[in-house]
C-alpha cells in the first residue's frame, strides 16, 4: 500500500480518495507543484495534509499552509490534533512567550503542519525562521489555501497574498500547492500568474455538487418567503441567509428570532469578539441560522449546512456559487434557494455605476451580473446553466492561458451537456417544469410606453406610473401629465401588474431599459430595446402562479457524491436512533470540553454509520468512516460503552 493510501486509512480513517484527491497527493508527495481547483467540500484540506504527513515521517520537515482565516485556525488545528496530527499555528491572536514555544517546538523538528496569516509569512522574522528551517532541510511543503485572495478579480483580495512570491523565490526546491474554490477563469489565470505557478501541475476537478437543489424564486415578501422555506424544508436545521446590507443581517437575525430560529447576525461592521461569538456559535452548536454580508463564511467547514439562502441578489455567478457551495459539504442534500426581485436588479446595476472603479472593470462587473440575471430568469436547467457558465470559462482559459488540463474541460462540459439535454432531477425548473408566456406583445407595449411618455413630458418616470398608463388606471398622477393620452394608455389592461412587473425586470435584466438611480428611478429606453421593439426579438417569461410554493417539498431522496453513501440519521430503526441520539449527546460533552466544533470529533455520517452496527467490541468499530488510529484509540471504548 502507498504511504500516501496508508496515511488516509490510519490517520483519518477514510477508506478511498476521493476523485482526484490521489493524483494531487501523489504529485505533491513526490516534490511537485500543484495548483488546485475543487468546489467547497471537495476536500481540498486532505490534498496538502496528507502530503504534509507523509513528508514529515520521510524527515522532511514542517509544511507551512498560508491560510487568510486566523479567526478558524484554532478549530482547524484542533481537528488535527483530534487525528494525531501535531499541528500549530502562529497569528495574531498569540502572545510573545505563546509564538516562541511554537518557534522552538518547530525548529525541534515536532510539528507536522504549521499554519500561518500571510501577513506574518512577510515578516522578517518568520523569514529568518524559514531560513533556518529550510538550511537544515526540514521545510517540506508550503500550502497556499484560498488561493484567490491573491485575485482583486475574485471578492476575497488580500493584498498580502502578492507578498507569496517570496516563498517561491526564496526556496525554489520546497514544493508548493495553491487551493481554490474559484471556478472564475479570470480569477484563475490571475492567481497563476501572481503566485508564479505557470509551470504547477494543475487539477481540476467538477463543479457539479450533485447534493445541492437550487432553486430561485420570484421575489414577493422575502422574509414571509424564506420563513416559509425554513419552515418547511430545513426546520431545526443549520443554515446561512445572504443579505446585502448589514442594516438587512440585524433586522432579519431579529425577525428569524421572533418566529423561533435560532439566529444570529453576522458583518464586518459588527465587534470582532462579536462575529468571533457568532460565528463559534453557528460552528458549535446545531441548528443555528446565521444572517450574514458576504463577510461570512470563507473557510467556514461545517459539514451539515443544510442550507444556503439569498434574500438578496449577489453580484455574480462566482460569488453566488460559492456562497451556495457552502452548503451540504457531508454530500446529503442541502438547498440553495434565492429570492429574486426587480429591486435586485436595480440596485446591483447601481451599485456598479455607482462604484468608484475604472469604466474597464465596470464593464466586466455588468457582464457578470448579467449572466447572474440569465441565471435568475432562466425556465430551463439551473445546474446546466451554472456548469455551461463555469465550462465556457474554462475553455476560454484553455487557450489564452494555454494550459489547463484539457480532460477537466472535457469533463465539465460532459456534464453539462448530459444536464442540458435531459435536465439534472435536482433544481427548481427541472423538478417543476414552469409555465412559460410569450410576453413579446407587453413588453412591446411597454417600451413603447416608456419611450412615448419620454417624447411627450421631456422626462422620465418610474416602474409605477408606466404601468399605471399601461393598465390604464387614471391616477392623480397620470391625470397631472395628461397621460391619459398615451396611445398606450390601456393598452395592457389584460395584464396584472405582477405580470408587467415581471416583463419590466427582464427588460431590465436584458439591458432593454435603464434605471436612471439620479432622478428617481426613472427608466429609459436603451439600444437593446430596438429588436423588442420591432418585434424581432421575442420575450418569453416564466408565469407568475398566484401562490406557487418555494420549493417542492422534498421527497426525502438521497443523492450522495459517495457511491454507498452513510446511513443517514432518518434511516435508521428505533433502537439505532437512541444509540445516535446518545453519541451525539456523549460528543456534545467531548466537543466542549476540547473547545472544538462537534463535526471535527465525528461527523453525524461517522456517528450514523456507529449506531447503525451497534459496536459491542472495539475491534467492531473497524472501518467505519471517520474512525482513524487514534480516535479509535481515544474514543473507541467510549463509543462502545455508549451503545452498549
Ligand atoms: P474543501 O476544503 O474542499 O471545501 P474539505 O477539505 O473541508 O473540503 O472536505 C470536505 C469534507 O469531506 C470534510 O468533512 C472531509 O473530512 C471530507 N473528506 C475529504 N476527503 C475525503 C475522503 N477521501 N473520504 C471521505 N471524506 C472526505
Ligand atoms: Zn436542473
Same mark, same amino acid.
Given at each position: 500500500m502507498s504511504s500516501a493510501l496508508s496515511v488516509l486509512h490510519?490517520?483519518?480513517?477514510?477508506p478511498q480518495f476521493r476523485g482526484p484527491q490521489e493524483a494531487i497527493v501523489e504529485h505533491v508527495i513526490g516534490g511537485g507543484d500543484a495548483l488546485v481547483l475543487m468546489p467547497?467540500?471537495?476536500?481540498?484540506?486532505l490534498c496538502y495534509q496528507v502530503p504534509a504527513i507523509v513528508r514529515h515521517a520521510a524527515g522532511r520537515g514542517v509544511a507551512i499552509v498560508v491560510s487568510p482565516l486566523i479567526a478558524l485556525m484554532h478549530d482547524q488545528v484542533g481537528a488535527l490534533h483530534e487525528l494525531g496530527v501535531p499541528a500549530a499555528f502562529l497569528n495574531s491572536t498569540l502572545d510573545w512567550t505563546q509564538a516562541e514555544d511554537i518557534e522552538r517546538r518547530l525548529l525541534a523538528g515536532q510539528i507536522t503542519l504549521l499554519y500561518a496569516a500571510p501577513e506574518r509569512v512577510a515578516t522578517p522574522r518568520f523569514l529568518g525562521l524559514l531560513d533556518t528551517l529550510h538550511a537544515h532541510g526540514h521545510l517540506s511543503l508550503f500550502a497556499i489555501d484560498e488561493?484567490?485572495?491573491?485575485?482583486?478579480?475574485?471578492?476575497?483580495?488580500? &493584498?498580502?497574498? #502578492?507578498?507569496?512570491t517570496v516563498l517561491h523565490e526564496r526556496w525554489p526546491g520546497v514544493p508548493r500547492i495553491a487551493l481554490t474554490a474559484t471556478a472564475d477563469a479570470t480569477t484563475r489565470a490571475d492567481i497563476v500568474e501572481r503566485l508564479q505557478l505557470q509551470d504547477a501541475a494543475r487539477f481540476v476537478s467538477s463543479?457539479?455538487?450533485?447534493n445541492i437543489r437550487y432553486a430561485i424564486v420570484e421575489k414577493k415578501d422575502p422574509t414571509r418567503q424564506l420563513l416559509q422555506f425554513i419552515e418547511r424544508e430545513h426546520a431545526g436545521e443549520a443554515g446561512v441567509v445572504y443579505c446585502q446590507s448589514r442594516k438587512r443581517v440585524e433586522e432579519l437575525a431579529q425577525t428569524l428570532c421572533e418566529h423561533g430560529l435560532d439566529a444570529l447576525p453576522y458583518h464586518a461592521g459588527l465587534p470582532a469578539e462579536v462575529r468571533q461569538q457568532n460565528q463559534d456559535r453557528f460552528l458549535r452548536q446545531e441548528g443555528v441560522v446565521m444572517c450574514a454580508?458576504?463577510?461570512?463564511?470563507?473557510?467556514?467547514?461545517? &459539514?451539515?449546512? #443544510?442550507f444556503v439562502a439569498h434574500v438578496d441578489m449577489p453580484k455574480n455567478i462566482e460569488g453566488y456559487y460559492q456562497e451556495t457551495g457552502r452548503a451540504g459539504r457531508d454530500g446529503a442534500p442541502a438547498d440553495a434557494w434565492m429570492a429574486y426581485g426587480l429591486q435586485d436588479v436595480v440596485n446591483q446595476r447601481r451599485m456598479i455605476d455607482e462604484s468608484p472603479a475604472g469604466e474597464d472593470f465596470k464593464q466586466v462587473m455588468r457582464g457578470k451580473l448579467d449572466a447572474l440575471l440569465a441565471l435568475a430568469e432562466a425556465t430551463d436547467c439551473r445546474r446546466a446553466r451554472l456548469l455551461g457558465y463555469f465550462g465556457e470559462q474554462l475553455n476560454a482559459i484553455d487557450s489564452r492561458a494555454?494550459?489547463?488540463?484539457?480532460t477537466l474541460a472535457e469533463g465539465q462540459s460532459d456534464s453539462y451537456s448530459r444536464y442540458s439535454t435531459?435536465?439534472?432531477?435536482?433544481?427548481d425548473n427541472c423538478l417543476r417544469p414552469p409555465e412559460v408566456w410569450d410576453a413579446t406583445d407587453c413588453a412591446r407595449k411597454l417600451l413603447s410606453t416608456i419611450y412615448r411618455v419620454q417624447q411627450m413630458s421631456g422626462i422620465g418616470f418610474g416602474a409605477g406610473h408606466l404601468m399605471d398608463i399601461v393598465r390604464g388606471k387614471p391616477t392623480d398622477k397620470v391625470k397631472q401629465f395628461g397621460h391619459?393620452?398615451?396611445?398606450?394608455?390601456?393598452?395592457?389592461?389584460?395584464?396584472s401588474e405582477a405580470q408587467l412587473r415581471g416583463v419590466l425586470r427582464q427588460l431590465i435584466a436584458l439591458s432593454a431599459v435603464s434605471v436612471d438611480a439620479e432622478r428617481f428611478n426613472t427608466l429609459r429606453l436603451e439600444d437593446a430595446a430596438r429588436p423588442i421593439l420591432k418585434g424581432e426579438q421575442p420575450v418569453r417569461l416564466r408565469a407568475t402562479t398566484a401562490s406557487s410554493p418555494?420549493?417542492?417539498?422534498?421527497?426525502?431522496?438521497r443523492k450522495a457524491?459517495?457511491?454507498?453513501?452513510?446511513?443517514?440519521?432518518?434511516?435508521?430503526d428505533a433502537a439505532a436512533q437512541a444509540r445516535f441520539a446518545a453519541l451525539k449527546a456523549w460528543r456534545a460533552e467531548v466537543a466542549r470540553e476540547h473547545n472544538l466544533p462537534a463535526y471535527v470529533i465525528f461527523h453525524d455520517a461517522t456517528l450514523a454509520a456507529i449506531a447503525a452496527r451497534?459496536?459491542?467490541?472495539?475491534?467492531?468499530?473497524?472501518?467505519?468512516?471517520?474512525?482513524?488510529a487514534t480516535k479509535l484509540e481515544r474514543y473507541g471504548a467510549e463509543v462502545v460503552r455508549v451503545c452498549r
Open positions: 490510519d490517520v483519518f480513517g477514510y467547497t467540500g471537495g476536500g481540498k484540506s488561493a484567490h485572495c491573491v485575485s482583486q478579480w475574485g471578492h476575497d483580495f488580500r &493584498p498580502e497574498y #502578492r507578498q507569496l463543479f457539479d455538487r450533485p454580508t458576504i463577510a461570512f463564511g470563507m473557510g467556514i467547514d461545517k &459539514p451539515d449546512v #443544510r494555454d494550459g489547463l488540463d484539457s435531459h435536465g439534472c432531477g435536482n433544481c391619459e393620452r398615451v396611445s398606450t394608455f390601456g393598452l395592457g389592461a389584460e395584464f418555494a420549493s417542492a417539498p422534498r421527497e426525502r431522496q457524491r459517495a457511491a454507498a453513501p452513510p446511513p443517514a440519521a432518518a434511516d435508521l451497534a459496536p459491542r467490541a472495539l475491534h467492531e468499530l473497524e472501518g467505519i468512516s471517520g474512525i482513524g
